[in-house]
């Protein structure tokens, strides 16, 4: 299925470079940020600060930080183009040309140990040549193609020479350093761990190295020799597969090499103590097809170190294994760099400053909005993605199939000719065997010759010596120490012509044994000539297969590399999206907080006024059932009473009775009369007391009934309050409940967002949203602590003050930028020369061992030591000749401050730093000398001194 107009769209803007058009109108650093913008998944537009540009930029263009002047001047610059100016004036820096012949030191030869060249021979080297502008593309040629036999370039076969010359580790770091493809574990068999690392692949690369050795000769030095033979062959040890392979450079063709007679295939031939220097050498055709600016592999290689340089993570990483499944952060943007670098004749400094210049590489270290994107919207794109994948998986699978298909036709082409390249190879060994016969004689010839030129002129000498000393003899015959020097001039004459004699057989023997063997050779030769004419048109007609091969399995890993860079974007978007999708969780589950939190508040107040409202019931009831027990004390009190009143009554009737029936006989007497009157008086009385009693009783009662009845709707009002009561603090449990889990669940996103985040800042590093963190090198550490303690400072003091002792300059040199720029570059060499030994004694302890990588950040007890407890760096901070000795000189607290913080720092202080600065002076009365030095400790201790951000 075609991709649709839109995909296409998009697939050209995300990976291929624009039209040389457009890229002739748009300056390298636009079209940096344009091939980064249109592949970010998110984006911020923070840029950092002018001092973090500041330093950054010293540090990744000189190694080092700016003098407390440099960056006074900048900081106070405000000028609208104050950075572009910065980035103008380092580019030019002579200081510049130090740091980058360091920096591909170390990228070269990977802080190897000292054999054949020693490191500041070589580093004068690589510093001249970045002095003088050479292009990268020429330095690496020199390097590739160096033996050491021109002595004023032996100094670049330091890369050969170093590694002991060693054809297997050489393939590989060749390809490594300069290729950008580790691809060791393919020398017995294709890679296990990468599809696309061949063994054919490996010895294509190893066929360009394989005919040079290291030659020692007689005086002990080294060599990179090459032989004119030396085929390669190849099998797998896991499948038993062989093959045989020319020399061909990754992604390129295989090379089509000269035919030569046999005895002309050296330029100079070797034994003899001779450096063997073949007409064809294929290790300068190493050096010209990798550095002509048509090989992809070398261009995308430098291209990607370089911009890992300055950006501190290259768009492939590791940057020694570039292959499909590996595929750049941003294929776009590399596409970009790499060709951009063959544009600019691969000038390295006017490459770093585009990069410089553009505002992906002066981004912020803060993510600042980065992560407040859409997750409907990335979720678009990563729909688009996929179906991209999909679309260029179906290309690529089509492309394989041809692929695999044209392999099949080589196979076949190449088994159809085995017999014509078989008796090829047959008849080349054979007279390589002969030639090496050959060549023995002629060595001896040669070497017999050479002992011979040399003594010709010590006999000379000892001839004429003695011949005066014989005329002495004729006047004084008998003078002692005339005979004693004559007879020694004659022994060393005697001893001279002997050796010449010596020679001169041992010549004339080589040269007779020699003329046999070239007799054998011709023969031969013919059959050689012979064989080549049958092979040649047969090996044309498989070159040209091989070059649709390598065409076709070139479009087939483009398109894998596109398939792996959607998937990995893919992945990425997704990882980009879960992070907003938990964002938005984490904004909803507070919302959530927060809206339990105002529930469980109102809650709360309603539980508060339910139990005033109970607490309240609770006392009316109390009262109401006091009210009831007092009428039912009080009906109790007067019933009792009443009781007791009508027992009374009733006693008092039975005595009324038992006294009239007493009174009947005694009727007519006055006392009992009375008495009776009495009793009777008494009785009504009783009744009618009972009868109020009775109406007490009765209002009692009723007052009872009322009290009970209040008692009761107060009892059950309060039962009913009690009841909402228990229903409100049972709802406010089971809030404060739902709360509290609410919050840990806002809790426990929270956390997530903030690891999902902080993975994800690693990840928009690599897509350079934000500024990467990165440890100072060796180097740097070096070089800053040196220039922030003014300890450089006062060297270049120094070496100005030399510079105008021996040649002081006039008012017209101080007028003349050339004689300027003349002598700004002697000062950089001057101060350079002083502190190289001292940022030695760094590279020792805080670089990584030979060979491996050198941008990790370890930290150890020695370099602890070193800092805390050595006399190097304590004597700067306690000298008074340096940085603390300024600051000293300085009464204003908030001077020093700036000062301090400027020097050490790169930046301004804060407001509360200058303040702490101030309470501190204060705080040591007279100890300022100390507490400076302290207060640079802790400066130089922490972590903005230590890394780059």
Not at 682 to 696: F, G, I, M, R, T
């Amino acid at each position: 299925m075609k991709p649709s107009i839109t995909f296409s769209v998009i697939l050209a803007g995300l990976f291929f470079v624009n039209s040389p058009k457009l890229e002739a109108q748009q300056p390298l650093h636009q079209r940096i940020d344009a091939a980064v913008a249109d592949q970010q998944p998110v984006s911020t537009q923070l840029l950092a600060s002018d001092s973090e540009f500041m330093r950054r930029l010293y540090l990744d263009l000189l190694g080092t930080v700016p003098t407390l002047e440099e960056a006074k001047q900048f900081l106070n610059d405000e000028s609208e183009d104050r950075r572009a100016q910065l980035v103008e004036r380092l580019i030019n820096d002579p200081r510049l040309n130090h740091h980058l012949a360091t920096a591909f030191d170390v990228m070269l030869m990977e802080r190897t140990s000292d054999s054949a060249i020693k490191s500041p021979v070589w580093r004068k080297y690589l510093y001249e040549s970045f002095a003088n502008n050479k292009p990268y593309n020429v330095l690496a040629r020199e390097i590739l193609s160096a033996g050491g036999t021109d002595p004023e370039m032996r100094v670049a076969a330091k890369f050969y020479l170093d590694r002991t010359g060693e054809t297997n580790r050489l393939t590989r770091d060749v390809g490594r350093i300069f290729l950008g493809r580790d691809m060791q574990c393919a020398q017995c068999h294709n890679h296990p761990l990468i599809d696309t690392y061949y063994q054919e692949d490996y010895y294509g690369l190893f066929a360009f190295l394989n005919r040079s050795q290291l030659f020692t000769n007689k005086a002990k030095q080294n060599y990179f020799a090459e032989k004119s033979v030396g085929n390669v062959s190849f099998k797998s040890v896991f499948t038993q597969e062989a093959g045989e392979t020319g020399p061909h450079l990754p992604g390129d063709n295989p090379v089509i090499e000269p035919y030569f007679q046999k005895l002309e295939e050296y330029k100079t031939r070797p034994n003899g103590d001779r450096v063997s220097e073949p007409t064809y050498s294929r290790r300068q055709q190493l050096a010209d097809l990798a550095t002509n600016g048509k090989n992809i592999a070398f261009n995308r290689n430098i291209a990607n170190r370089l911009w890992g340089m300055m950006n501190g993570r290259a768009l492939v990483m590791p940057v020694d294994l570039d292959h499909p499944a590996n595929p750049p952060s941003n294929p776009a943007l590399m596409s970009v760099l790499q060709q951009a670098i063959v544009d600019m004749d691969f000038d390295v400094k006017q490459f770093l400053k585009e990069i410089a210049l553009s505002k992906t590489y002066q981004r912020s270290f803060d993510l600042g909005t980065a992560l407040q994107s859409d997750p409907e919207q990335l979720q678009i794109q990563i729909d688009k993605i996929g179906q991209l994948r999909e679309q260029t998986d179906e290309k690529a699978y089509e492309a394989l199939d041809q692929w695999e298909s044209k392999l099949e036709e080589l196979k076949a082409l190449r088994l159809k000719h085995a017999e014509l390249s078989k008796a090829y190879l047959a008849a080349d060994a054979a007279a390589a065997a002969q030639l090496d016969k050959y060549l023995a004689q002629d060595g001896a010839v040669f070497a017999a010759q050479t002992a011979t030129d040399k003594q010709v002129p010590l006999r000379d000498a000892y001839a004429a010596a003695h011949a005066s000393i014989a005329k002495v003899l004729e006047s004084l015959p008998e003078d002692a120490v005339a005979k004693d020097a004559a007879a020694k001039f004659k022994a060393k004459l005697d001893a001279s012509l002997a050796e010449i004699k010596k020679q001169t057989d041992a010549k004339t023997k080589a040269e007779a044994q020699g003329q046999k063997e070239l007799e054998a050779l011709a023969p031969l030769q013919v059959t050689l000539d012979n064989a080549w004419t049958a092979w040649k048109p047969a090996k044309a007609e498989i070159f040209a297969l091989e070059t649709e091969v390598q065409s076709l399995r070139n479009e087939f890993e483009r398109l894998q590399t596109l398939v792996a860079a959607y998937e990995t974007q893919e992945y990425e978007f997704g990882k980009i999206k879960s992070n907003a999708d938990l964002r938005l969780e984490v904004a909803a589950a507070q919302q959530k907080v927060k809206s339990i939190t105002g529930e469980v508040a109102t809650a709360e107040v309603g539980v508060a006024a339910l139990k005033t409202q109970v607490a309240q019931a609770q006392s009316e009831m109390e009262a109401a059932v006091n009210f009831r027990q007092a009428a039912q004390a009080e009906l109790t009190k007067v019933t009792n009473v009443r009781t007791r009143k009508s027992e009374a009554i009733q006693l008092l009737a039975a005595v009324v009775e038992s006294t009239t029936t007493a009174t009947v006989t005694i009727a007519k007497d006055p006392q009992v009369l009375a008495t009776q009157q009495q009793l009777a008086g008494s009785q009504e009385k009783l009744k009618a007391e009972l009868s109020a009693l009775d109406q007490q009783v009765r209002q009692a009662t009723e007052d009872v009934a009322s009290k009970t009845e209040k008692a009761n709707v107060a009892i059950e009002k309060k039962e009913a309050m009690a009841n909402q009561l228990a229903v409100a603090q049972t709802a406010y449990q089971q809030l404060t409940t739902s709360l509290n889990t609410a919050t840990q669940t806002a809790i426990d996103l929270s956390r997530q967002y903030e690891d999902s985040t902080e993975k994800l800042s690693r990840q928009l590093v690599n897509h350079f949203v934000v500024s990467d963190l990165r440890a100072l090198s060796p180097e740097q550490l070096a070089n800053a602590m040196m220039e922030s303690l003014g300890v450089t400072a006062v060297y270049r003091r120094g070496v100005i003050a030399e510079l105008d002792k021996a040649k002081p300059l006039t008012d017209a040199d101080k007028n003349d930028s050339a004689t300027m720029i003349q002598r700004e570059r002697e000062i950089s060499e001057g101060v350079e020369a002083k502190i190289a030994a001292i940022r030695n004694e760094f590279v020792t302890l805080y670089g990584a061992g030979a060979g491996q990588v050198q941008t990790d950040f370890f930290s150890t007890i020695d370099q602890a030591l070193y800092i805390t407890n050595g006399s190097r760096v304590t004597g700067w901070v306690a000298s008074n000749s340096y940085l603390v000795g300024g600051l000293l000189k300085l009464e204003d607290s908030a001077q020093i401050a700036e000062d301090l913080y400027i020097s050490v720092l790169s930046r301004k202080p804060s407001g509360a730093e200058i303040q702490r600065v101030q309470e501190f002076l204060e705080s040591v009365g007279d100890q300022k000398s100390q507490a400076l030095q302290d207060m640079v400790w802790a400066l130089l201790a922490s972590a903005e001194f230590r890394f780059n951000h």
